[in-house]
């Protein structure tokens, strides 16, 4: 049927026509009897190869039959004129092949029984003789719609053979053993539904570099295997030579087909099991050629096509058709889609892409037999219930009886509706009646007058009312009716759009991936468009968005399939929870770093473990890392670090319990460095897995350059390297562009504006909503005093299909303006908002309170929240009473600040969730800063030893005092990062130019006013842009003339 099925490939090809002569000088005597000895007895040939035979003999010691391999005479051998041989080889690799056999002990593995010589001096070994037949024999009977074995083997029984070649190989695995050479020929199925792994003669011993398990071969077995029974294998060598090729091409791996030995692992053998996986789908090898040498290449190539295509293929050759029945070309056409996933998963091209281990090829297969979800698959809605209900039958039961109750409802609704009717005509033959009555009985007209009035009103309030139920079941009625309608019609796309996603990850080429996820997008975005509802296409449209690096975009749709879940079920989406968790925290870090905020970083986490079943992977990991957040805020030093390694060590355990996530091995990473406790390479490593499993993360890149420990100036220099490959790598990404401008924003050495500019400009081009990107643009505007420039810039996003609506771009705005000093003109841009819309609005305090706190402009954001109050009243959002208790208490005004805290202590699930731990962390502050200020002694931590000191500073404090406390000298570089802000910097050059005009000795003074200079710099380079500020302060208004300084002034 098909070419390129020789287990063994001699580059030359002289080899393999040696041994084929050899084999027909030898069948003869094989077949009379040749090795008949004292106890074996030939009774027949049951199958030949070019170096040796295996036949079926009688045992007579034990009386039983047994198959015996034999080896011919060494085709390969030449001798000298002494008639000594030069290479006995083929004997060395027929004596190991043997040993390591008979070593591998399971009852998949065909047990061998003995090793000898016959009377000719010939090595032979026997084995189990099983009786049945191999699969390629089935797989061809089956390809030529043998209806018995049709019957006989449906795919559930093919696929628990699988399942059992799977146990053989794995536990091959677990003593160092790779088979190489897996194909239907090598696999034996018995009478009674036994399973061989078959022909270990081209098995290879992983050396410990190479193997990852922990079950080696003991040290005295060692020995017994040190030959590479490969042919091409050097003679006294463990490792085969590069360039030479065993296997069998059909199902050959692509490291296998090129040669390359050193990449040869397990997961060789995990390719060769999907490869067989994959004949049993479609009823034809993954590589079908018309020689071995062009099946050769295909593999080297990995031209490997869907089993449906592959089929399709296979049929218009007229020859290749005459194979198969018109029962094996109808159950060729009908496969699992899961099935389908896991094999083409298995037999990926890039070997780290493929599974980690034959187990967990296994479990995805047991997963399907049991109706579980297959991890290399993503099942549908409707095939999601219909697993879900073969794995319930009972629950499916219920569920389908509370059906027919609910129809049977119907019908008594309907019963109901007849019943009033009957009532109506009752009624109106009782007035009737009444009427004749009337004129027969004048007496008690009225009496029978006001009977008749009395009972039309009720019949009539009855009628309504029945009406109104009608009307409302006919409402709900066409609601589910609309809504299922809808779903059916979103399905189409969002099929589409999932398919592309899903054939997007076999490109290696990350711009045709690019191209098929904005495909993808569109479809995705009509599914939405038809059923706003669908939490699959939301969850689906979100990772697209996050691939292109639209994590904006991408936050949103998380956020809105979290929204629909906890409607539907009242608990969040846990996924989406996780995902949103990380693109958020990767947003941040892009904008503005991790500034070693833990607290704030694993806040986010709160809401995975809401939504996590209580002890679930989710939950037990969201638990670590609020731990970790609670031990940030309430302790320090050594008693964090504790924390911290504890942490790790947690999340290490856990990260084997579950599957693999580069969301858990980016927190690894994150914490292991943190702690102190992992070195470089095991970071490097929990960073590498990640990147395995996601590679366009620019979180990843940010990390790797924050870890490498290097020197400011080094690590600045070796990340605009670092951002430079990503951006190689990923030249559609809008995130590397961004994230290459803002360390160089950022940066002392790397500054340069026209990098920024065009960096900026390039990702705004490719995602005209990125927000960050047009904030940091304008920053770079007005860090070069280019005013004008960017006032023009906020008028073309307005101007322009940004994208950005024009209470994004306020926002952005309201931001800016807040940096400037500009605060007129903020207050006007945030009361807006908020009159216009009170959810945007409250998003622009957010962001405008966080730049003014950041600049330490308390009076300017107490203003702001005062303002707010008296527009609105009632209605004020209470983040804006949280910000105005924030300013309160930096300015030491302690007990307005509680008293503004207290409403908001007392009922917290006022403020959004993300502000609930802010609550805490400040309300806190206000209650110790006073007990803090009085002693000035034990400061427990960093941030609230630089909170007093700014405190201090803005209620006029002696700044010989709160200038030292502002001291770095002792703090490692991580930590000025994290807690010395920008303004900071402005706050110490003001007291130490108060400080040199209190000093009489002009040395001193000099010396202090120049150490203000330096500070005042440092600010401006770290983005401080509030030149107004400057220019109306006494004390630093004098300095800006310094050459230090004169440039920050000199503005366009």
Known sequence: FFEGGSTLIDLDGEGEQRAKVAAEQHREELAHGHHISERYKVIGEIARGGMGAVLEVQDNDLDRRVAMKVLLRDTRREETDSGSPLDTGPVNRFIAEAQLTGWLEHPNIVPVHELGLDSQGRVYFTMKRVKGRSLRQIMDKLRQGHAATHAEFPLGKLLTIVLKICDAIDFAHSKGILHRDLKPENIMVGQFGEVLVMDWGLAKQIDDRESNTPNKLPKNETSRFTLDVALGADDDSRETREGTISGTPAYMAPEQARGNVKEISPRTDIFCVGAILYEMLCLVPPYLASSMTDALDQARAHQLLPPRTKLDRTLKDDKLKRAFGPRGIERGRKFPRELVSVCMRAMNEQ?????????????????????QPVSAHRDNPFTAVNKWARRNPTRAAVLTLALFFLL???????????????????????????????????????????????????????????????????????????????RNAAFVPYSKGADLRARSATFSDWKKRAESWRQAVDFFQKALQLDDTFVEAHMELAQVYADLGYDDDALVHFARADSLTRAQTGRGHVEALMAFAMYDFQHKVLREGISGNFDEVFRRFQPVKDAAAPGSYFARIAQILLDLGDAWRTTSGADFLKAQAKAAKDMAEIEREGPPLWEVYTLLAIIDHGSGQATPVETRDYLRQARELKPNLPILVWLEVRQSGRTVTLRDRMGVHAWDRYVKQFPDDPRGYYARASLRFHSETERNADAETADLTKSIELNPRYADAHKLLLRVYVREGEFHTAIEHLGAMRRSSSGLDNSAIDLIEAELTASTGEFGRLDSLLLAAMQENPANGANALSQAAGVLLRDHEYEALID?????????????????????????????????????????????????????????????????????????????????????????????????????????????????????????????????????????????ANAFRFLAVMDLKQAF????????????????????TEPELSKYFDVK
């Open 1021 to 1040: 380079e770290e983005g401080y842009l509030n030149r107004t500020r400057i220019l109306s302060d006494e004390y630093l208004a004098p300095l800006v």
């Open 864 to 1004: 702001l929240c005062t303002q707010i109050q008296n527009q609105f009243g009632d209605d004020t959002p209470p983040v804006s009473q949280l910000f105005m208790a924030r300013g309160l208490t930096m300015l030491g005004r302690f007990d307005e600040a509680m008293s503004a805290f207290q409403p908001l202590t007392d009922n917290p699930g006022r403020l959004p969730r993300d502000y609930r731990t802010m609550l805490t962390n400040w309300s806190e502050d206000a209650a110790v800063y006073p007990t803090l200020l009085s002693t000035l002694n034990n400061v427990p931590t960093v941030r609230r030893r630089f909170d007093v000191a700014r405190i201090l500073a803005s209620v006029g404090g002696d700044p010989e005092v709160w200038v030292s406390m502002f001291n770095t000298d002792t703090l490692q570089q991580e930590e000025i990062v994290t807690w010395i802000y920008p303004a900071d910097y402005v706050l110490r050059a003001r007291g130490y130019v108060m400080w040199a005009r209190r000093v009489k000795n002009n040395t001193r």
């Open 408 to 486: 049977l409802g119907g019908v008594v609704f309907a019963a109901v509706r007849a019943k009033v009717a009957a009532d109506k005509a009752e009624l109106a033959e009782e007035s009737r009646l009444a009427k004749d009555r009337e004129a027969g009985e004048m007496k008690l007209r009225f009496a029978a007058e006001a009977d008749a009035r009395t009972s039309a009103e009720r019949a009539k309030e009855k009628a309504e009312r029945v009406a109104q139920l009608e009307k409302e079941a006919l409402e709900r009625e066409r609601s589910e009716s609309e809504a299922l309608a809808a």
């Open 351 to 371: 070997r780290e892409l493929r599974y980690h281990s034959v187990a967990d090829l296994r479990r995805d297969v047991e997963n399907y037999l049991s109706a």
